[in-house]
Nanobody, 128 residues
Framework: VQLQASGGGLVQTGDSLRLSCAAS????????AGWFRQAPGKEREFVSG????????EYADSVKGRFTISRDNVKNTVYLQMNNLKPEDTAVYYC??????????????????????WGQGTQVTVSS
């Protein structure tokens, strides 16, 4: 599986963006997928995740109510709709995927990132 993220940009406070993560490989349809972000000088952090069948969806507290994750397993794509963006959302956003359980995936992505598949980052900058 290979991942390609897109959709970042420069926006103002309160604006919206939709990130896309396109995957190659049929196995992606059975993978857990998620979005993570890394701001300058900070560690990479979990933003949102979704299981292959959408039974598990989780958000970081900082984005709950503003961000929505979704996936289209026919198009092999995961999306992150980001509304009401704030300057503190400024970061490089990375998509990731793996065959693990949601709990294992989230732990590995933050603690042992080599065990999941990552896309290249896409920059999101929110001006005040």
């Amino acid at each position: 599986v290979q991942l390609q993220a897109s959709g970042g940009g420069l926006v103002q406070t309160g604006d919206s963006l939709r990130l896309s993560c396109a995957a190659s490989g049929r196995a992606f349809g059975l993978y857990v997928a998620g979005w993570f972000r890394q701001a300058p000088g900070k560690e990479r952090e979990f933003v949102s995740g979704i299981s292959w069948n959408r039974a598990w969806i989780e958000y970081a507290d900082s984005v709950k109510g503003r961000f929505t994750i979704s996936r289209d397993n026919v198009k092999n794509t995961v999306y992150l709709q980001m509304n009401n963006l704030k300057p503190e959302d400024t970061a490089v956003y990375y998509c990731a995927a793996g065959p693990q359980s949601p709990e294992e995936f989230t732990a590995l992505a933050t603690q042992s990132p080599d065990f999941v598949t990552w896309g290249q980052g896409t920059q999101v900058t929110v001006s005040s």
